[in-house]
């Protein structure tokens, strides 16, 4: 079975601090997709990134960072000089290689960003 | 990316009635899924549908309540049947486009059950 951990339920940072979302991962497959979804108050879901389990390098685009650690079964995704704009929850999500290939998400961890 | 539309976007229904939401996507797609948003929950999945086969269903969904249609290549429906105020929650269509393995949604539709 499959599971996805995102411990912190609510962060509240003020603008420009840089904040980490923490994401753990349970899987027997070796080769599966993780992810990151971005999901403002308008409830749309805003894909931001894909890895592949046999792709351990980190990523950066912009403002946005992941680091992908198969030791320990993790993605944190972490956001620099965070925004107002940057509010919003965000899911990471994990899929299989084979079978369905649907998406198993965390619980989610609600990102407020003060001005 | 994929382009994918829902109808409709939001509604409000009554005990008792069935609502048919609509999927629409922009290019053929093999595997098109159902998830189910809860008020401040995170995303379930419902149902996988394929074109020319019935759906699959999770556990804890059943055909009766959750009917799914996929007549093409382009276009699925869920319908929330015999709805009661525990069904109020934003339901959303999702696929793979061209053959990736990254995972679209539509915009949802926000269903509240009085």
């Known amino acids: 079975a499959q599971k996805v951990t995102q411990a912190q339920t609510e962060i509240s940072v003020v603008e420009k601090e840089d904040v980490t979302l923490d994401c753990v991962y349970e899987?027997?497959?070796?080769?599966?997709?993780l992810f990151w979804y971005k999901q403002p108050p308008s409830g749309e879901l805003v894909f931001l990134i894909r890895r592949n389990s046999f792709d351990e390098q980190n990523e950066i685009s912009g403002r946005y960072s992941w680091n992908f650690q198969k030791s320990t079964s993790s993605f944190n995704f972490t956001i620099t000089a965070s925004q107002v704009v940057d509010s919003a929850v965000y899911f990471c999500?994990?899929?299989?290689?084979?079978?369905?290939?649907?998406?198993?998400f965390g619980s989610g961890t609600r990102l407020q960003v003060q001005p | 990316s994929a382009v994918i539309s829902q109808k409709p976007s939001r509604d409000i229904c009554q005990r008792g009635t069935s609502l048919t939401i609509q999927c629409q996507v922009d290019?053929?797609?093999?595997?098109m899924f159902w998830y189910r948003q809860q008020p401040g929950q995170s995303l379930t999945l419902i149902a996988t549908a394929n074109q020319g086969s019935e759906a699959t269903y999770e556990s804890g969904f059943v055909i009766d309540k959750f009917p799914i249609s996929r007549p093409n290549l382009t276009f699925s429906t869920l319908t929330v049947s015999n709805m009661s105020p525990e069904d109020s929650s934003i339901y959303l269509c999702s696929t793979n486009r061209g053959g990736t393995d990254t995972q679209y949604f539509g915009p949802g539709t926000r269903l509240t059950v009085l």
């Open positions: 899987t027997r497959d070796t080769t599966y997709y």
């Open positions: 999500a994990l899929k299989r290689d084979t079978g369905r290939r649907a998406l198993t």
């Open positions: 290019s053929q797609v093999t595997m």
